[in-house]
């Protein structure tokens, strides 16, 4: 049988990183690859105890339907969560919906923008499930060149006066996913500027917002928005799990009404039971001190990381230490075949992710890598290294 895909799902394949990370899921790969939160960092015994409690006091409410903007004593926690940690985000006017993870969040607001030929801008490079989603919409995908702060201005608004009809920006802020780049104040301001002036809307992404362990808290663009233009996207997934698929979604209430029958179309509610169980993890435990464990365990792990690449790979890579987040951005010397040589690490059992992946053109000249911290254990972070190091020797030889 041939299948007649849509056209939306037909040019969307799955990548050439899949067949070099293909056998990498097995123990004895070093996971490099993954953007898992630590193992370590679940709070395992608090959820169990939600658990057993909401399962006690309401099982028919926690298994029943629900509605689509979300369970609303979550709502209402998420909403101050969300205030406590970016004060002034919440404007006159806006409301917030549950989402079934931050990524649901990004392709609601794609589906409810996005007609094809539009032009969205992006970081580039950028998360590649959030690429992806916008991809699905056919838009003019335009990718906005990384600086050590964030995108350069000046192709911004290059972007915005050439491209046509340029209808939105995503942008990951915080510790981006994948070059753990942090956008300063300045650039926030202006980036928020430049869109109010040009009239594009932005898709502000924060899932890590929450795990800063160096440097000091830069506000969100969303907290300078004045005019309904940011839609804000939250997530518990890196914060308390990811298996519970919960996040959020905060802007103007107008465009919301149209993000809730999106929603409606696909999954009707976010699980009910994770809602329930998110909410009384934000009520019932000491958020502060919560965030403080998690950004230590990062922080250490971060910092192990770079000591074993100082150790192993100095001089032959060079990468920047992020403020936080889960991912470091390393970049091979000039004239490398990077794609060749994540091969080889893949081949000695470590997996890491070929930069070329989160390009907006992933046939654009790419010689970076991503590695991962949070996932893998201390020892095979030391290990890791050791391995990588002596393939990168070889390699370059
Ligand atoms: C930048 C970014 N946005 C969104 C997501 C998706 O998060 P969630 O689990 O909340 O869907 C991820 C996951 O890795 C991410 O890195």
């Not at 040009?198 to 005019?227: C, H, Q, W």
Request: glycine fraction near 8%; include cysteine.
């Amino acid at each position: 049988m041939t299948y007649a895909f849509s056209d939306r799902m037909a040019s969307l394949q799955p990548s050439a990183i899949r067949e070099i990370l293909k056998n990498t899921s097995s123990p004895d790969v070093i996971p490099f690859a993954a953007g898992n939160p630590a193992p370590e960092a679940f709070p395992l015994k608090e959820i169990e105890n939600i658990t057993r409690i909401i399962m006690g006091d309401n099982p028919v409410a926690a298994l029943q339907y629900s509605v689509s903007e979300g369970y609303p004593a979550l709502r209402d926690a998420a909403f101050s969560f969300a205030e406590k940690r970016e004060p002034g985000i919440r404007k006159p006017g806006d409301t917030i919906l549950i989402v079934s993870g931050a990524q649901q969040g990004i392709e609601l607001a794609a589906k409810c923008l996005i007609n094809e030929g539009d032009t969205v801008l992006s970081e580039d490079p950028s998360f590649v499930g959030a690429l992806n989603a916008l991809r699905s919409y056919h838009p003019n995908l335009v990718g906005v060149p990384m600086e050590e702060d964030g995108m350069n201005l000046d192709a911004l608004e290059k972007a915005m006066q050439t491209q046509p009809n340029v209808k939105l920006l995503y942008i990951i802020p915080n510790f981006q996913n994948p070059t753990g780049i942090t956008t300063s104040l300045e650039k926030r301001k202006a980036i928020y500027e430049l869109c109010k002036r040009y009239g594009v809307m932005i898709l502000e992404d924060n899932p890590y917002g929450d795990l800063r362990f160096d440097g000091s808290y830069i506000p969100a663009i969303k907290t300078m928005d004045t005019e309904g233009l940011v839609i804000y996207v939250g997530s518990f997934s890196k914060i308390i799990s990811p298996g519970l698929r919960v996040g959020y979604v905060i802007a103007n209430s107008d465009f919301m009404a149209k993000m809730v029958v999106a929603k409606q179309c696909s999954d009707v509610h976010t699980n009910i039971l994770a809602q329930m169980v998110c909410e009384r993890f934000l009520i019932s435990c000491n958020m502060n001190s919560h965030l403080l464990g998690l950004q230590k365990i990062y922080k250490s792990k971060a910092a192990l990381l770079i000591k074993c690449l100082e150790e192993h790979t100095a001089g032959r890579l060079t990468w920047r230490a992020p403020q936080g987040g889960m991912f470091i951005w390393c970049t091979l010397p000039e004239g490398s075949d990077m794609v060749a040589f994540c091969k080889k690490a893949a081949e000695a059992k470590v997996a890491v992710v070929p930069g070329s992946a989160f390009l907006t053109d992933p046939s654009e000249p790419c010689r970076s890598f991503r590695m991962n911290y949070s996932t893998p254990s201390n020892k095979q972070i030391i290990s890791g290294c050791e391995i990588m190091g002596g393939v990168l020797k070889d390699f370059l030889r």
